[in-house]
């Protein structure tokens, strides 16, 4: 009976027929990894609309606000948008000092603009915050008037503003949820981001009853589905949602 | 085989194995960036670099342990286990990308230590909350282990059943990174599909080794012996042995290689190679010797030493044939190396 060939690898040659059915084997298992990669990219789920304009730091001059976050209402409208979020680079809010310092002061400082189509933000350059001496004129400068919404209960997801309005894409979901805590944690504002039927997404920054911050008290909360109770107030070009922490309910996925 | 250490002993098999591994690697990796780019091109590049070295490195992980069992079901894909280790270290480094990446756009640039981080940040106690990066972190630090001791430097000095079992630690770093991904990625990509490829795979893998392990039942059993046995058992008939191609057995729970060759001569070796715990009675009687299917290795059957100048040596086992054709071995071991006198028949 004749012997079936045996490979040895050291030898300089092997069998006919086992080179063969290697050739195919190796075909077959670079064609199941064509067709895994192809898979796995095509089905990834669409991320946001948000840019991060890395690299490209920019002046801004315009009033800055403490309350509800650190804000900057541009003096002439960036695109669409003339109140941003302001946040140190990395995972670092904007120092609650320095606003408190420059509350309702024209400013003029250095940045990197980071949006999506619905809000935007800058990361400031540290130190790069100047005041110009001239406190503006609030009643011109000023976004329209805080106006109550009501009270209301929406679902969404927590995460951290700076990720999602397009440092990150996805800035969201469970893979970037220990991100979202450490940004939060670091002084992000967070944000309720809500999606109706037709895919379209809307931000709700999170404050607490008197607008004090609480992202200390919603961190076992981040990258979830949750309802939130609480009372809607659109201030400016932002929806802010004064929330009570202990009405935050977390949904079965 | 080789009698010194070199930081790999290359040739033309290892050399065509390791360009078609890492162009089909670089096409894995064009596939994915390519497809993600063209229809996600706001998705971040880190990110998506992120997800293509992860999934490259476990579909990677997958086809390295297809590849053990599928070459005991059918010994044709044992040339492709020769050089599985370099399929290992290529995998380690897809995940080890993967990790590096993970930590520094994820864990970085907060009041909290990055590696602190991945274990602490978003870990609770229940099942949305679990520290999937926490998994993948003890995955990498057993892939690092095992990549950093592939050589066989360590499978020398650590001696062969340790360097395996330590090596078979591979299977724990699979099931941690089964809950990386469920727990993980998995919570956030949705699709069916995704499910079902990882599904697919456990179940595919698992099947696998199933079928292998009951393929090769007769040789884990134990043969049969009596209590008033003397010192021998009968293992088989000289009939059932075929010129130059082992037949393996199980003597209390010792595998054992039985060679008949050059036309007339019987000998028993231990079943276990010195190298790797390779397969010995699945190997063949190759340039004088009994040559292993995993690397090649090879040891003279009357003395179960490799010809010089190497320097292995596996126990061998006496021998001997009765009246009515029955090949009876002996039922211990002789120190490694041991001279027998082959049985004739």
Redesign the interface.
Known sequence: ?P??????????K?PV??RE??RR??IL??A???T????????????????FDFGNVQSFTGLLLRHPVPLLISDAPIGDKRTFYLVN????GFSPDVAAALHLQKVTLEGTLIQDNLDAMIEVVPDSVRSLGDDGDPATALPPSSSSLGATTLRGEIVDSKCHLG????G????????A???I??GIPPILVTQDSDGHLAHYLLVGPDGEAINDQIL?YI??PVTIEGTLRRSGDLNVFHIDPASIT?LA? | ?SASYKAVGW????KRHDV?LIL?VL???A??????LL??P???LE?LLM??FA??AI??LH?ILAIGPLARID??????L??RRHLGVTMFVLALAHSVLAII????????HPIL??FV??A?ARM??V???ALGFLALVILFIMAATSHDFWLTNLTAPVWKTLHMSVYVAYVLLVGHVA???L?????A??TT?MGAGILGLTGLHLFAAWSQRNIDNDIETTADDSEYAVVCRVADL?E??PLGASLHGERLALLLYEGNKVSCVSGVCQHQNGPLAE??F?YGCL?C?W??YQYKPHDGTSPEPFTEKIPTFDVKIDDQDRVLVRKHPNPAGTPVEPALI
């Open positions: 009976m012997q079936e060939p045996f490979f040895i690898g050291w030898e300089s092997a027929s086992l059915f290697v084997a190796t298992f670079i199941f990894g064509a895994v990669a192809a898979i796995t990219s095509m089905t990834q789920r669409t991320t946001g609309s948000g840019t680079p990395l995972k670092h440092v990150m894409n996805p969201r979901f469970k893979p970037h949820r220990a991100c805590i450490r940004c944690a670091g076992d990258a979830e977390r996925q | 085989m040739n033309a098999f290892k078609v089909s096409l894995f990796l596939i994915f960036i390519g497809i993600g229809r996600q706001k998705l971040t990110i997800r293509a999934i490259a579909t990677l086809v010994r044709r894909w044992l040339p492709l020769y050089n756009t994820y864990h970085t640039g907060s009041d909290l981080s991945v940040s978003d609770g949305t909350a520290p999937f990066q727990f993980g990625v919570q956030s990509e949705t699709a599909l995704n490829l075929e130059n191609v190997g063949q190759k040559t299917p690397h090649g």
